[in-house]
């Protein structure tokens, strides 16, 4: 049996558009009742969509989409993300911020900061205060600071002849940061479950060592199958490897809210809910979907 879901997408608070109380609402007029916010590397969304989806009689899974890296370091380095779906009662904040990966998610931020204000420091006057014409960003907490697609967005409408510059030079925001990128997919994995959390590949078909891939999914607890980075027969073949290997699967977005929105093309098995939640999923729940 099948839910319709939307677990993997991203807010304002990492590469996203959408306020936490947007994107809930998004899916209740869709007709969802199991959503889940997955910002990259950053669970600060999560109370607020928790609070929305209650409002909205829905069910929020607390998640977050965890960078590690295949060969990192090397020229054959790429980005491998992993999803981290807490239970439920790890949206309260006191819960939350006990967490291994929302402490990781505070230093995430406050290095961001510091990396765009170092790049802000190596530009002329004109540009600086085009960006920030009153010199107010450096005075913004690190969990206020604009976030990824923030940023972007402020570069193109205040200085857009900046944008292929800052757009370049992000990239080595991950890419040069071992203490806190440099993670195998294992590592992601094991601190993953040392939260009390589930994991999952997030969008297996993308990576292109495709042995190594083949490895991590062998370790992993669950697999997302349906995505929109998934074609339709891509999809069906990893929907085929997580029923013979036993693994829970899932059906998202993955929605930055800058193309059109591509609802997942199945529900998410109800019995991968309840292993992310420790409990049955309440009847009403499921019979609402």
């Excluded at 990781?104 to 530009?123: C, H, I, N, P, S």
């Excluded at 339709?232 to 290997?245: D, S, V």
Aim: aromatic share 8%; charged share 30%.
């Amino acid at each position: 049996m099948q839910i319709a879901t939307d677990l993997h997408g991203h807010t304002l608070f990492s590469d996203g558009r959408a306020t936490p109380e947007a994107y809930v609402d998004f899916r209740r007029e869709l007709g969802m009742r199991v959503v889940a916010v997955s910002d990259h590397d950053v669970l600060a969304a999560v109370p607020r969509a928790a609070a929305a989806a209650a409002a909205a009689n829905m069910l929020l899974l607390p998640a977050v989409e965890v960078t590690s890296f295949l060969h990192f370091g090397t020229d054959r380095a790429e980005q491998f993300h992993v999803l981290a779906y807490y239970p439920a009662r790890f949206a309260s904040p006191p819960l939350l911020r006990q967490t291994t990966l929302h402490r990781r998610g505070e230093r995430v931020q406050a290095r961001w900061k510091k990396f765009v204000m170092d790049w802000m420091d190596g530009l002329g006057e004109e540009d600086r205060r085009a960006l920030d014409p009153e010199g107010a960003l450096a005075e913004v907490p690190p969990g206020e600071f604009p976030a990824l697609q923030s940023m972007l967005d402020r570069v193109v409408e205040r200085r857009r002849p900046l944008f292929e510059t800052f757009r370049d030079h992000h990239v080595r925001f991950w890419e040069e940061d071992r203490e806190l990128f440099g993670w195998t997919p294992e590592d992601a994995i094991d601190a993953i479950r040392a939260d009390g959390a589930l994991d999952v590949v997030a969008h297996p078909g993308r990576y292109r060592d495709k042995e190594r891939t083949l490895a991590v999914l062998g370790r992993a607890s669950g697999v997302e199958v349906y995505t929109s980075r998934h074609k339709p027969e891509i999809a069906e073949q990893f929907r085929a490897f997580a029923e013979e290997h036993r693994k829970c699967w899932t059906a998202s977005s993955d929605d930055h809210q800058n193309a059109r929105y591509m609802r997942p093309a199945a529900g998410t098995p109800v019995a991968t809910i309840e292993r992310i939640l420790g409990r049955a999923l309440p009847i009403g729940a499921i019979v609402a979907a």
